[in-house]
């Protein structure tokens, strides 16, 4: 089946401008999590999701940063006068939501989308 | 001290010879531990997925967990080269971590020479 898609895939933007990064997860999937992945650190945890809510933001770097999710599915992270440190590949990833030691929470990540900042 | 400790490598090791690779914590509240394989510039893969203390085997993967020393570990067998990538270990406190997420290494870069 398909898997989660992120869009757009490379997106290069001038300092100081707004961008709009999209997420699709898994059809049926409830839980979707955003992260960071800067060159030569590790995946940074933003922000999750369960169904439309958020339930702590404060994962996000600075108030620059905003992230929605409408009907349950699709997401956007928003990124407002980007700065040169934002300069990433920003993953998506989706689970069931299933809280268990059984599994049903694992993540299946997206293809990503790498944000240069000039 | 972060959290979660991985060697980066690049760990370079023959055709055909079993892998280790190994991470440590720090947060003995951790209790669900996977590992992510990730090929350049593509999105992480799921490999192994364990919960508490013990092995678990899937094919050529087998992942270890000893939570009293907070180690873990994942062994590949008969490595290929198919199989150089960046290799992700990843845990949490509870299932999905929740408003935590998963807590990340910062991986380890393998090559599986020819």
Do not use: H, V, Y
């Given at each position: 089946g398909a898997g989660v898609s992120q869009s757009p895939s490379n997106k290069v933007t001038e300092k100081g401008k707004d961008v709009e990064l999209r997420c699709d997860p898994i059809s049926g999937h409830t839980a979707l999590y955003w992260y960071r992945q800067s060159l030569g650190q590790g995946l940074e945890f933003l922000i999750y999701f369960q169904g439309n809510s958020?339930?702590?933001?404060?994962?996000?770097?600075?108030?620059?940063f905003s992230a929605e999710r409408t009907g349950g599915s699709v997401s956007t992270l928003t990124i407002q006068?980007?700065?040169?440190?934002?300069?990433a590949v920003y993953l998506c990833a989706s689970s069931l939501g299933l809280a268990g030691n059984?599994?049903?929470?694992e993540q299946y990540f997206g293809p990503g989308t790498r944000l240069t900042v000039t | 001290q972060k959290e979660v400790e991985q060697d980066p490598g690049p760990l370079s090791v023959p055709e055909g010879a079993i892998v280790s690779l190994n991470c440590t914590y720090s947060?003995?509240?951790?209790?669900y531990f996977m590992w992510y394989r990730q090929y350049s510039r593509k999105g992480p893969e799921l490999l192994m997925y364990t919960y508490s203390s013990g092995n678990k085997e899937d094919g050529r993967f087998t992942a270890q967990v000893d939570k009293s020393s907070k180690y873990i570990s994942l062994f590949i067998r008969d490595?290929?080269?198919?199989?150089s990538a960046t290799y992700l270990c990843a845990m949490s406190a509870i299932p999905g971590g929740g408003a935590d997420g998963l807590t990340f290494g910062k991986g380890t870069h393998l090559i599986i020479q020819p």
């Open positions: 958020a339930p702590d933001k404060s994962g996000l770097p600075s108030d620059r006068r980007t700065q040169q440190e934002d300069s059984l599994g049903g929470d | 947060n003995s509240a951790f209790q490595s290929q080269p198919s199989d």
